[in-house]
């Protein structure tokens, strides 16, 4: 099939929808290629903004579009045989607070392209092509991750979801506080039953997802794409240590219960069983580098310098390829919790945000995916995706896999993440003829 990606079109839309951004819109200099640092949170002003101009490039592209009731939005190029089983592929376009421009947008607008050019050399699809926009990838404004894909995957239930809280406030001292979802995606106008977004188990025939790798191993060893076998299991928690604090002068050491000082012990046990855990699996002949854990949000109660802080919420992120060892993670973890409670007097809530499983690529797209990397004498690798992605959700009803283009250093979730056009370029092909191959299977 001979089929060419308009890579200009491409980088040119990429660069747009960077410059729909909440950070100052001028180009970074000093970086070697000049990026925009990205902040585009969900619902906001901005994130409805290129909702708005990703829609209407589908449409000029002849696809339908429809919004389910979170914000999800299907681009859909009808085949052949409507009935069959969708193919499908896309990512999300909300981004962080100072991002970079090519999280979860290279996956949306490569698989635009995708389409595009597929369409242009007049391929003719037997099962529908979809491009999916996921609503909430990033967990900022609602505190979990991936909001939108849970939903079609029905990994979370519609009301837990819609009673989540608006946490914009905390990044935006502008926001309102005491909203939930519910009236946040009203006011952006997507107001139908959460309850309906769930896609049934046999929806998608094939699902996959094009993204940067977010790490360094494609660069660092020059290969060109990553085939993504498994994706680590993410789980997240928030704590609330309450203590006894006062007057920094006046409330003598041993009358103190330091909540800051409680949620720092936890946070040292935290790495340290992280790295007990590693030490573990490497003694056992694996990897020993499957568990990571990390401690990112400490907000301290009164936060004065003058006093002693009575109550600290800090998160916990971690996440592993194997279920068990994150369990054994958070068992020595909890014991540990126990044992600070004791000693310092301090009170501990734990509230779990999430807790998921891993993700398994299915062997036929995997294979659909090498073959395409041959034929296009890509050098490839499979690899594990540490980072997680909306394909977690959408595996419990698809089979699914991943592409990773390399992205400079390693780089992700800052203003310098990057990656060559000829990658994307390259990833995009990959992704078009697989795509192709999946949808007249
Ligand atoms: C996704 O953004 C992740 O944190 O893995
Ligand atoms: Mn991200
Ligand atoms: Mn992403």
Not at 115 to 129: E, H, N, V, W, Y
Not at 131 to 153: A, D, H, V, Y
Not at 212 to 219: F, R, V
Not at 416 to 433: H, K, M, N, Q, S
């Amino acid at each position: 099939m001979n089929i060419s990606i308009n890579s200009d079109r491409l980088l040119a839309e990429l660069h747009e929808l960077a410059r729909i951004t909440d950070c100052p819109a001028t180009e970074e200099r000093s970086l070697p290629e000049p990026t925009q640092a990205v902040t585009r949170i969900v619902f906001t002003a901005r994130d409805l903004e290129a909702r708005a101009w990703l829609k209407s490039l589908a449409k000029g592209a002849g696809f339908s579009v429809r919004d389910d009731a979170v914000g999800n939005t299907f681009m859909r190029w009808e085949g052949t045989d409507p009935a069959a089983g969708v193919v499908g592929t896309g990512s999300h376009t909300d981004a962080i607070p100072h991002a970079g421009m090519y999280d979860g947008t290279v996956g949306v607008l490569g698989g635009l392209e995708a389409l595009r050019s597929l369409k242009d050399s007049g391929f003719q699809p037997k099962r529908s092509l979809e491009l999916l926009m996921f609503t909430s990838e990033e967990p900022t404004r609602f505190g979990i991750g991936c909001l939108g894909s849970r939903l079609l995957g029905g990994v979370m239930d519609a009301q837990s979801a819609d009673e989540l809280r608006d946490r914009l406030h905390e990044t935006d001292p502008n926001a309102p506080e005491g909203l939930m979802l519910r009236e946040v995606r009203h006011a952006a106008g997507f107001t139908g039953q959460l309850a309906s977004v769930k896609l049934p188990a046999n929806y998608f025939d094939a699902w996959v997802e094009l993204h940067i790798e977010q790490g360094p191993l494609l660069e660092r060893d020059k290969i060109q794409l990553g085939i993504v076998t498994n994706i680590a299991a993410p789980a997240s928690y928030r704590y609330t240590v309450e203590g006894f604090g006062g007057h920094a002068g006046a409330l003598l050491m041993p009358d103190r219960r330091d909540a800051l000082c409680a949620a720092a012990e936890i946070i040292l046990s935290v790495e340290r069983h992280a790295l007990a855990a590693n030490a573990r699996a490497k003694a056992e002949g694996l990897s020993g580098v499957d568990t990571v854990a990390t401690v990112g949000m400490v907000a301290v109660h009164p936060g004065a310098v003058n006093s002693v802080p009575s109550r600290v919420q800090i998160t916990l992120d971690i996440r592993d390829t194997e279920v068990s060892r994150r369990t054994s993670v958070m068992d020595a973890l909890h014991a540990d919790i126990r044992d600070v409670e004791q000693r310092r007097g301090v009170r501990v809530l734990e509230e779990l945000i999430n807790a998921d499983q891993p993700a398994h690529s299915d062997p036929r797209i995997v294979a659909a995916l090498e073959d395409t990397c041959r034929e296009e004498s890509a050098s490839f690798r499979r690899m594990v995706s540490r980072a997680y992605h909306d394909t977690n959700f959408i595996a419990p009803i698809a089979p699914v896999a991943m592409l990773f283009i390399p992205c400079r250093n390693g780089v992700s979730h800052r203003p310098d993440e990057y990656a060559t056009p000829e990658a994307i370029a390259l990833g995009t092909r990959v992704l078009a003829r697989t795509l192709a191959k999946l949808s007249i299977a």
